[in-house]
C-alpha cells in the first residue's frame, strides 16, 4: 500500500503532486491510500507500511484538460473516496484518453454529479450567506456562518473578497473561518453556529454588495487571488498588495458606485441600464479613442442563452448593436437553422469597442489584444452576473479567451458544453466570420453545417 498525505480536504495540487507521482510508477488505484491531514477518518482503505508518496517529477504525462478541471470541482466534493476515484480514473485515462468524453462510463458519470453537486454548493453559498453586523472591540464587522455540504469554502473566498472588500467580514463554517480586513484574508479554525450573532441580515450590507457590482477593480483583485496559490493567502506580504490595490482603486471609484447605487435600487433592468451608462463612457484601453461609441449587449434579461461575440465590427460601431454586419447576418441565419429564435438570446461582444486599422477611407477589423480583452472583461462579467444564463456561448477564440481566462484552441474545445471559472455552463464554437471567411464552397458549406449543428445542440441544451 502507498499513502498519499494531502494538507487539507480541498488540497487539489496535493491530490495533483501524489496522483502524477504515483501514475508514473503505474501504482494500482487500488494500492493507494489517500489520507487528509487531521482528518483520521478520510482514509478510504486500511492503512499500509511502504513509504509515503515522493513528490512528482516535473516531467509529467499529460491528461486531457477537461479531467483537470473535473478533478478541481470533485476534490471539493464531501465524499471520502472523491480522492481515490479520482485517481481511479486517472490510471484509466492514461491508456484511453477518449474515455474522458465517455458519459455512459459509470466512473466519468459519477464524477460529473459529484463536480454538479460541488458547483451548486458554491453557488449556494454565494447565493445564501447571509453577513449579521456586530460591533466589537476592532469596531463595525459582519459575521456569517455557513454550512456548506462540500468543502468549498476556501474555493468561495475570492468571490467573497470581490463582492464585500471594503467591510470586515468573518464567515463561520464548521470546517474553517475566513476573516477579511478590507486588506488581507486570513484563515481560522472551524466554527459552530453559537459563535455567529442572531438577527437579522443587514440590509446595508446588501446595498454595499449591490454596488460592489459596479466596481471594476474588485474584478480584478477577485481574479488575482483567484490565481494566487492557497498558500500564500494567509501571507502577509502577498495580500496586502491585494490590499493596496483595492485601496488605490477604491478612491477613484467611489463616486461610480454612489451613482450606481442610487439609480438601480436593486431592479435588474435598472442595473443593467446603469452599466450599460457606465460602459458608454469606458476608457479601460485605449480602444475608445478610435471607435464611434462602445457597443453593448443586448437581448431579454432573463434570456437562459448567452452568445459572445469577439468585438462590434464597422457596422456595429456605427449602429451602436452587436452582430448586426454580415457575420451577424450568417450568425441570424444559421440560429433560424438551427430553430434558435434570436429575441431570445442575449447577444454581446468580449470587447465592446471596434478595434481597426485605417486604410484610406476604409476601417480594416484588427484583432483584440490580450490587454484589451482583459481590460473589457470586467463588462462581460458583469453581463454575465446579472443575466445569469444557463449557457454562455463562446463564439470564437476571443470570446473563448475572455470567458475562460486563457488561450484555447477551437476546434478542440467547440461541441461540448463544459464548466466556465465561475462554475456556470460554457460551450464554445467558431465565429461567423470565420465561415465568411472560407473561400473554397464546399468547405464553407460543410463548416456552417458543423456551425449550426453546435446551434442545434446548444438549442437542445438549453431547452432541458
Ligand atoms: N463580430 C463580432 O464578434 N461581433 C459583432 O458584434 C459583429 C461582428
Redesign the pocket.
Known sequence: MRVAHLAAPDDFDGWRHAARALAMERVPADRVIWQVAGHADDLFADGGNEPPVPAAPDAAFRVPRAFVDLARDVVLHSDRQRFAMLYAMLVRLIDQPRLIDDRADPLRRKLDEMAKAVRRDIHKMRAFLRFREVTDDGGERFVAWFEPDHHIVRANAAFFVNRFNTMGWSILTPEVSLHWDGGTLCEGPGATAADAPDGDPVEAVWKTYYASIFNPARLKVGAMLREMPRKYWKNMPETALVGELIAGARARETAMIETARASTGGNIDAAWAALKQEAAGCTRCSLHRMATQT?FGEGPLDARLMFV?????DQ?DQAGR??V?P??QLFDRALADAGIDRSTAYVT?AVKHFKFEPRGKRRIHAKPDAGEIEACRWWIEQERMLLTPRLTVA??ATAARSLIGRTVTISRERGRVFSLPDGSDGFVTV???FLLRIEDGERAATEYRRFVEDLSAIKTFVAR
Open positions: 457597443v461575440g469577439e468585438q462590434p465590427g456595429e452587436p452582430f454586419g457575420a451577424g461582444n463564439l470564437g465565429h461567423p466570420s
